[in-house]
């Protein structure tokens, strides 16, 4: 598995299904090597990856993130190694053990997150099967924070899939990662130079995420301040969540995750009104190579 240092990270529960391929097969033209989807309360991601995988040629599927407590280990083991089989290896499963609201909401029990992990890991290693194995080992990353589950990703993984953070954050994966390990971060990008317009954008996305226990301890361990992720959030964290600007200024806050360690930025890309739905423009001007570069 070959990943270029750009990627698309993008929720593509609101389009149809063939939109959804539409966009991942617009994705593989301009040169994205992989996209990368999430789960919350849209598609399975398992079975939205099969179909973009049969609907594009080159591009890896990655999911950003995988419920652990949406299936148990056997079944997403099973479905990692179908995936990886069926598409020649083009499928890269990203783990998470979600939020607690999340996770209780659907009559769960939320345990300890890094404990959770590990044993779960360790369940997908033992499951039986007799299915065809991958011509390579699917690889696994975890979306990991904080220093314990980093840790973890290191030595238990392939990597990380960091998310809502900033390259200061990716300097310290990487020195908890060690060498040798997938490191993926998430990066939001706004195509707007108009700070009050960029930044209030930025307040509709981030406003979500900022009910969540996760996140919120993870940007106080960044070094932001209880006013920083109270209500919708601070000035100073909008801009450090949310590359906004024009081209250049996005593409130097990409190059700072790449020059803090990371092996693969993940672009998720948004714009005005638009909600969780990508902008595909900015995509479109990023792109790494494909007919764009080629034009």
């Known amino acids: 598995m070959k990943l270029s240092p750009w990627s698309v990270w993008a929720g593509t529960d609101g389009m149809t299904a ?12 301009w040169g994205y090597s992989a996209l990368w989807i999430p789960e919350a309360i849209g598609r399975d991601p398992l079975v939205h990856a099969a179909w973009l995988l049969a609907n594009t040629k080159r591009l890896i599927l990655a999911t950003g993130i995988a419920n652990i407590y949406a299936r148990d280990a056997t079944a997403m083991a099973a479905g990692q190694i179908t995936l990886a089989e069926q598409s020649g290896g083009r499928f890269l499963l990203g783990l998470g053990v979600s939020h607690a609201p999340m996770v209780e909401g659907r009559g769960h029990h939320y345990g300890k997150p890094v404990a959770s992990m590990r044993a779960y890991l360790q369940a997908m290693k033992e499951a039986p099967s007799i299915a065809p194995k991958p011509a390579e080992r699917p690889l696994t990353v975890l979306a990991a924070l904080g220093p314990k589950m980093l840790q973890l990703a290191g030595s238990d993984a392939d990597g990380a899939h960091p998310y809502n953070v900033t390259p200061e954050h990716t300097a310290q994966a ?30 509709q996305i981030l406003s979500v995420y900022l009910k969540l226990p996760n996140y919120c301890r993870n940007l106080l361990r960044q070094g932001f301040t209880d006013a920083d992720v109270a209500g919708q959030g601070s000035d100073g964290l ?52 494909g007919d764009r570069a080629a034009a």
């Open 174 to 203: 990487r020195a908890i990662l060690g060498p040798g390990k997938l490191l993926c971060p998430d990066q939001k990008v706004l195509l707007e130079t108009d700070a009050a317009r960029a930044r209030a954008t930025g307040r």
């Open 238 to 289: 909008i801009d450090a969540i949310v590359a906004w600007g024009d081209e250049d200024a996005i593409r130097a806050r990409l190059q700072q995750h790449l020059d803090a360690g990371a092996d693969q930025v993940c672009i998720n890309s948004i714009a005005h009104d638009k909600g969780f739905q990508p902008d595909e423009k900015i995509l479109e001007l990023l792109a790494p190579g």
């Open 18 to 29: 063939a939109a959804a391929a539409a966009f991942a097969q617009r994705a593989e033209r």
